[in-house]
């Protein structure tokens, strides 16, 4: 019987588990970095998505906060309440063509500013 129980707990586990992380992916969006400033300790940079211009903006200093040069990227929304910022968040991903959007790693963390 206690066979049964532990077996039903690592079971109901993973499927805990696996449903949060469905829950938690996002898509990434291709964009267009058109330019990035400066100003104030704070770095904005000019993005296009679907021809709409957005602004993401974050902390100059921060870990995560880099200008980035013109050129396609990909970005993703995070989660309400995920992220370092109180507001939308997301990450930015190099686009590069010879690896799956599973393999890009986050090149940076902004919040979404919409024009």
Known sequence: MKRTISLFAV???????LAAEQAFAQDKTPVKVKSSVVVNGVVVVHVLKDGKPLDLQCNEGATTCKALPSGSYRMMQL???HGMYDCKNVEM???????SEEEEEAIGAYCLVEN
């Open 11 to 17: 079971v109901t586990a993973a499927f805990v588990i």
């Open 79 to 81: 989660p309400e309440n």
């Open 93 to 99: 991903y190099r686009a590069d063509p010879s690896k």
